[in-house]
């Protein structure tokens, strides 16, 4: 057997990734992961000091990375950083959407009731979630479209295909990253090229930043709600970032190929269980 061609199927040597919210706890592991696999990295973040050192810890293994301070939000930011990347490595092959996150004053409460959330407060969760998966699509999409290669990976979420409870910014945002990337991954093939292809993953639970506080408590145990997920999730635990890795390899890899406008849930079983 061949075992070249098995090689080539995860070979990302001279590809260039672009990881927007690169600095975060997944995304991180995802650009250590990227690096690894011979991949030049391109760390984009609003946390400057963040993004720069993790850029530095990949440089320190001998891997190729930098930082970007960007805004995803703003698309003249979004065209400096490509700029930038351009200069340093010439083209880029890889984007990951990875920038999101939900806010307190978007979160439902017994202080707080849907009827009362803000619209600001709103708007700043679909905005992140949603436009800033489109707006780096337009610029660095439009870089894959005149090389007319490339892949886009977007970060969905399991409130995409239920919705949780409290959070409904969140989860409505993620359902139209969901719908986005089948529109997009339709619209790269027909209009640009059939080699650019588009695809998400859609995490289960993940303890981070962002959700620690409303799954665990300051001792480490679970909060009801915690207890609830665990519940409905048939492994019965939490995931860890590096469990997205493969997943998150194989859509970016040669290896899907023919894969395009899909959402792959990574979520211990949650989206199969029906609580029965």
Not at 123 to 136: E, K, Q, S
Request: charged share 15%; aromatic share 8%; proline share 5%.
């Amino acid at each position: 057997m061949d075992t070249s061609f098995f090689q080539k199927l995860y070979d990302f040597s001279n590809k260039t990734a672009v990881v927007t919210g690169g600095a975060g706890i997944l995304c991180a592991a995802m650009c250590r992961a990227l690096a690894a696999a011979g991949a030049k990295v391109a760390v984009l973040d609003l946390n400057t000091e963040a993004a720069e050192s993790l850029a530095a810890e990949l440089r320190s293994t001998g891997e190729e990375a930098i930082a970007v301070t960007c805004n995803v939000l703003e698309k003249v930011s979004l065209e400096s950083a490509a700029q930038e990347v351009l200069a340093k490595f010439g083209r880029v092959d890889i984007l990951i959407n990875g920038a999101g996150g939900n806010k307190p004053q978007a979160t439902t409460s017994l202080e707080q009731p849907f009827f009362d959330l803000p619209a600001e407060a709103l708007r700043w969760v679909f905005d992140l979630n949603l436009l800033g998966a489109i707006l780096p699509a337009q610029v660095f999409g439009k870089i894959m479209a005149g090389q007319k290669s490339g892949v886009i990976l977007n970060i969905s979420s399991m409130n995409a295909f239920r919705p949780l409870t409290r959070i409904p910014a969140y989860s409505a945002a993620k359902a139209g990253v969901s719908n986005f990337t089948q529109w997009l991954a339709v619209h790269m093939a027909q209009e640009y090229s059939p080699q650019i292809h588009v695809n998400a993953i859609a995490p289960g639970f993940f303890v981070g930043d962002q959700n620690r506080r409303l799954v665990l408590n300051e001792d480490g145990s679970l909060t009801p709600r915690g207890q609830s997920i665990l519940d409905h999730t048939p492994m019965k635990r939490f995931g860890t970032p590096d469990e997205l890795l493969g997943a998150v390899l194989w859509l970016v890899s040669p290896a899907s190929a023919f894969v395009t406008g899909i959402v792959i849930p990574v979520d211990g079983g949650f989206s199969a269980f029906s609580g029965v």
